[in-house]
């Protein structure tokens, strides 16, 4: 071995810059402290419950050298990185080390209020650059934090003399499966995204088992295809020196044919099982023979694992490569799962933990002593001079001076949108959405700021959920110029699609996934980038389903962004099918760290999109949805309380002290319930007409209330049962809207009051909509005869 090891310094001689003996204590000490951060929540922590708390020791072993080699020498302050989940233990570990993580936090390892079991920023804090807990939507996050980077820089948006960040994310190769990342992948392509680097931990083990050898091959020519640089990193400077040796040649086709089963299983078994199946199948090669012969068994053990992904040389020499261009760049590292741990190479490894006697000779290795445990640099051989190292670092520098997280200022949002009247017109709330962020995108007035600052996307839906005038006033983000070939030919078309890096509007492909990623990247611009967005994006409201993962994923970092869903509901008549939708409403209500809306009329839609594109920005905000529809309905003339329709509901007509009845109606169902309105109280005068705006804020804020009373502020009250007060306590609560019926069957329990719940909970005819909704139970007659149904129960 000692041979080997000294070719292995004559190959990095060149590289003396690189302070390799510091970034092998800094490798140790990451794998004893994401150990021992598990071990300690696991074995020595009280379990209160009896549930198993896991953590993956294994998981986080096989990428403590490229997370060394990464973050202790080439990342840069401003590059974002997306961590694989189950390495989280290590990156709270680097995060310690830098002083950016605490003991205690640590301690607390997947125990409330402590660290979390995947990164987080919304749990975690700032330092985590993107949540991770969804496998496959880390990695192609980046991709979209790239483009939004090109976007803010082509915008003269972000500081110029910073230099622009680097997008990495590291990957599990069981999270090559997730078939985002192959989405992302082909829009990433579609806007020659630049500056991104997904590194693969290719420990061949998935979560149940061993990963099947043909698969991996095919991932090299699939980033290829895409315009990728990919780097094969396979195997470590001592199996390079051994295969420039006699028979080093046989050597190394007898690791490349090995199947990754018997790989892992043999790491497992140790030196001796790597001799005796070495002997066997080459031990008539003399030049094999002097090669392993001359070694040991832990030696020989150690040859034959020495991966890419666990050689410090190997990893920056490649880091180092790549980043001399800002083409993205996915690097293959091969390595161990469980490398240094007891049970490397294991299949069974994935939720294996050390036992109190394998943690305590492991603890003797790292030459930790009892009680300093947490200690950073307990046994280090000289602990100054490796603080010193981890200080001078370019990770360790700040962006700002309150570290890497950066500001920006609110972006001013006009008290009212400007827009022609609505008064008197048939138009849809779609309608209505395109014509104010047209007159927004006139970018006049006290509108031209906040027009500098929208971008819109959508999934090659643009025209038709009506962001068509807001393009042609803004045109099309590209990274080059690119002429509208209708255009220049002179040929008729609504459409101006001129493409340039000016452009206001990204266009997407047919992948909901990616525009809530999308809107994701950019609803993070400010803290990661410097620089604030307003993301708008369109899609179908069905197809909020497609992409429902992402959007969870974008709101649980708490990314802001504007997400305008339409058509929606069954409202879309003859189109029928797949386009219809019932679930969203109560998606939006579940939803943590989003608003959902559904006006009726446009006045509503005005008040909503100038609240929405306020409320983003606010800390105490969140991100808006808002579910529109085609229905083009007879546009009201009226004054409204701006304050009710953004608390979620107001009174149309206000009933009577005392009225035994009203009718409720949510977004497009509003002539229906306004037809059977004016027929109730020819019998019932003193009845009231409700406009729900928004059942989840309303939702909300009750329970806001009732969690104020039960804590002693018995003053305490929801704007909903402030508005249902004037209504008799048995008083009936008709309710419909063009989503499910369950969406509103909590009213009742506000006041007691019982409440008749009309929606569609079925879907899937086409029709057109007197039909539809009459087959549904939505129209006149049905409210009606559920009012009739509640007055006879009264009497």
């Not at 403590?64 to 233990?89: C, E, G, N, W």
């Amino acid at each position: 071995m000692d041979e080997i090891l000294a070719g292995f310094a004559a190959d990095s001689g060149a590289r003396q810059a690189v302070d390799y003996a510091s970034l092998r204590q800094i490798e140790r000490k990451l794998l004893w402290l994401s150990s021992w951060t598990i071990h300690h929540a696991n074995h020595i922590r009280p379990n209160r419950d009896g549930l198993k708390v896991g953590g993956h020791q294994a998981s986080c072993a096989s990428v403590v050298s490229i997370m060394t080699a990464l973050y202790f020498h080439m990342l840069r302050p401003q590059d974002r990185v997306a961590v694989k989940p189950h390495a989280a233990p290590v990156l709270h570990a680097i995060n310690f080390l830098f002083g950016r993580q605490t003991v205690e936090k640590m301690m607390g390892l997947r125990q409330f209020g402590g660290a979390q079991a995947y990164p987080s920023r919304a749990k975690d804090g700032p330092e985590i650059d993107f949540s991770t807990g969804s496998v496959g939507l880390g990695v192609a996050i980046t991709s979209f934090a790239s483009l939004i980077q090109d976007y803010l820089r082509a915008h003269g948006m972000t500081d110029p003399s910073r230099s622009p960040a680097r997008h990495v994310a590291i990957a599990g190769d069981a999270e090559l499966d997730e078939g985002n990342i192959y989405e992302a992948l082909l829009e990433g392509w579609k806007h020659d995204v630049r500056d991104v680097w997904w590194v693969v931990d290719y420990n061949r083990q998935s979560l149940d088992s061993v990963m099947p050898d043909r698969l991996f091959g095919r991932f090299e020519g699939l980033f290829r295809d895409m315009g990728w640089n990919v780097m094969s990193l396979k195997y470590g400077k001592a199996l390079e020196t051994a295969f420039r040796q006699p028979g080093g040649a046989a050597l190394r086709a007898w690791i490349d044919d090995c199947p990754n089963s018997l790989y892992s299983a043999l790491t497992f078994q140790g030196g001796a099982a790597w001799r005796q199946a070495l002997v066997a199948d080459l031990g008539r090669s003399r030049g094999v023979r002097a090669i392993i012969d001359r070694l040991d068994d832990d030696a020989l053990a150690t040859l034959m694992t020495n991966l890419a992904g666990h050689d410090l040389p190997t990893l920056i020499e490649a880091f180092e490569t790549a980043a001399l261009s800002d083409q993205p760049t996915c690097f293959l590292a091969y390595t161990t799962k469980g490398a240094g741990l007891p049970f490397a190479g294991h299949k069974d490894n994935h939720s294996g933990l050390m036992t109190e006697d394998q943690m305590g000779a492991f603890r003797s290795a790292m030459r930790v002593r009892d009680g300093h445990e947490w200690d950073a640099f307990e046994g280090i051989d000289e602990p100054d001079r490796l603080r010193r190292f981890v200080a001078s670092v370019p990770f360790a520098g700040r962006l700002a001076p309150h570290g890497r997280t950066l500001e920006a200022p609110l972006v001013n949002v006009p008290a009212q949108l400007p827009h022609a009247p609505f008064a008197g017109r048939r138009m849809s709330t779609q309608g209505g959405f395109g014509e104010l962020l047209s007159e927004i995108g006139r970018g006049k007035g006290d509108c031209a700021e906040l027009a500098k600052h929208i971008v819109t996307m959508s999934p090659d839906v643009t025209v038709s959920t009506n962001l068509g005038p807001w393009v042609n006033r803004r045109g099309v983000f590209d990274r080059h110029t690119r002429n509208d070939v209708f255009r220049d030919s002179k040929l008729a078309s609504a459409q101006r699609w001129g493409m340039s890096p000016d452009g206001q509007h990204i266009e997407l492909g047919i992948a909901e996934q990616n525009l809530f990623l999308l809107l994701a990247a950019a609803g993070l611009a400010a803290p990661m980038q410097g620089a604030r967005l307003l993301p708008i994006g369109t899609v179908y409201d069905p197809f909020v389903n497609r992409g429902h993962d992402a959007l969870v994923y974008g709101c649980y970092q708490d990314a802001r962004f504007l997400l305008v869903a339409t058509p929606s509901g069954i409202t879309l008549a003859p189109e029928g099918g797949q386009h219809q939708s019932t679930n969203t409403p109560l998606l939006g209500m579940v939803q943590d760290r989003i608003a959902a809306y559904e006006p009726a009329y446009s006045d509503e839609l005005a008040i909503l999109l100038r609240h929405g594109l306020d409320w983003m920005q606010r800390p105490e905000g969140s991100s808006v949805w808002l579910r529109l529809s085609t229905r083009l309905l007879a546009q009201p003339e009226r004054t409204l309380d701006e304050a009710s329709v953004i608390a979620g509901a107001h009174w149309v007509v206000h009933p009577k002290q005392g009225a035994r009845i009203a009718i409720l109606y949510q977004g497009a169902v509003a002539p229906e319930a306004e037809a059977a309105f004016a027929a109730l109280i020819e019998d019932e005068p003193d009845a009231g007409l409700m406009a729900l705006t928004s059942p989840d804020r309303l939702f909300a804020a009750w329970r806001d209330a009732q969690l104020a009373r039960r804590s002693g502020d018995a003053r305490a009250s929801a704007h909903i049962e402030r508005l249902l007060a004037p209504l008799a306590a048995d008083a009936a609560l008709v309710s419909v809207l063009d989503g499910h019926p369950s969406t509103h069957a909590w009213l009742g329990g506000v006041r007691g009051q019982r409440a008749y719940t009309l929606g569609p909970n079925h879907f899937g005819q086409s029709g057109d909509i007197p039909d539809l909704y009459r087959a549904y139970g939505i129209d006149t007659d049905a409210i009606l005869n559920a009012c009739a149904e509640a007055l006879l129960e009264l009497d």
